[in-house]
């Protein structure tokens, strides 16, 4: 089982990525999806998760009207779509399923996770 994020990469303040978190080994369709991100020095924050339907979703207040997260079950992947990128946004982010993390931003509750992909924000 592995989940493989891209997308990241250096963007000016102002700018837009589009994260993609794709699972290979085994499907997405019964796991809610979050993405996380760990700034350096900083605590492993939740960002966004999509339940295993797609039709629930939850972002962090510091994101919230700027990234959506949304997901592809025929193609395994699941997006994190960054806008109007802001320094403090820069850090590493990495995307976890859980099979009963429904409802819940607590890394604790998402078994498998990547290896993460770099977001660099310049002012």
């Known amino acids: 089982m592995q989940l493989v994020e891209s997308g990241g990469g250096l963007v000016q303040a102002g700018g837009s990525l589009r994260l993609s978190c794709a699972a290979s080994?085994?499907?997405?369709?019964?796991?809610?999806i979050g993405w996380f991100r760990q700034a350096p020095g900083k605590e492993r924050e939740f960002v966004a998760r999509?339940?295993?339907?797609?039709?629930?979703?939850a972002v962090a207040d510091s994101v919230k009207g700027r990234f959506t997260i949304s997901r592809d079950n025929a193609k395994n992947t699941v997006y994190l779509q960054m806008n109007s990128l802001k320094p403090e946004d820069t850090a590493v982010y990495v995307c976890?399923?859980?099979?009963?993390?429904?409802?819940?931003?607590?890394?604790?509750?998402?078994?498998?996770w990547g290896q993460g992909t770099q977001v660099t924000v310049s002012s």
């Open positions: 976890a399923v859980g099979r009963f993390a429904y409802g819940t931003s607590s890394s604790s509750a998402y078994e498998y």
């Open positions: 080994g085994f499907t997405l369709d019964d796991y809610t």
């Open positions: 999509i339940s295993a339907s797609g039709t629930g979703t």
